[in-house]
Nanobody, 126 residues
Framework: QVQLVESGGGLVQAGGSLRLSCAAS????????MGWFRQAPGKEREFVAA????????KYPESVKGRLTISRDNAKNTVYLQMNSLKPEDTAVYYC???????????????????WGQGTQVTVSS
């Protein structure tokens, strides 16, 4: 079992930055593919970023490319999401996800993930 705890959300003005962190329990972090998703009120959960178990591969949707960066520190069992040039449409609850991985892939579909955090609110004011 893997537990994920997100932190770093908050209120920021448009154009500002935030860094989200997700700490994972257990000693299996290095074999987990990690991802970030978000869900705004009244909308479906949306893929935001993914990183492979070794960190060599990352994926992003076009809506966040160049503004959001995912990274991981396997020694600290932590994955990060650096968010720059934030826009009001980035406002959502952000969820960290982890999935067992037997290859160095960055996964984009929610059903490729086995564990989810509780979410952290990010609010971007205009």
């Amino acid at each position: 079992q893997v537990q994920l705890v997100e932190s770093g959300g908050g209120l920021v003005q448009a154009g500002g930055s935030l860094r989200l962190s997700c700490a994972a329990s257990g000693r299996t972090f290095s074999v987990l593919a990690m991802g970030w998703f978000r869900q705004a009120p009244g909308k479906e959960r949306e893929f935001v970023a993914a990183i492979s178990q070794n960190g060599y591969r990352t994926k992003y949707p076009e809506s966040v490319k160049g503004r959001l960066t995912i990274s991981r520190d396997n020694a600290k069992n932590t994955v990060y999401l650096q968010m720059n040039s934030l826009k009001p449409e980035d406002t959502a609850v952000y969820y960290c996800a982890a999935g067992w991985s037997y290859s160095d892939n960055a996964n984009v579909a929610p059903n490729e993930y086995d564990y989810w955090g509780q979410g952290t609110q990010v609010t971007v004011s205009s």
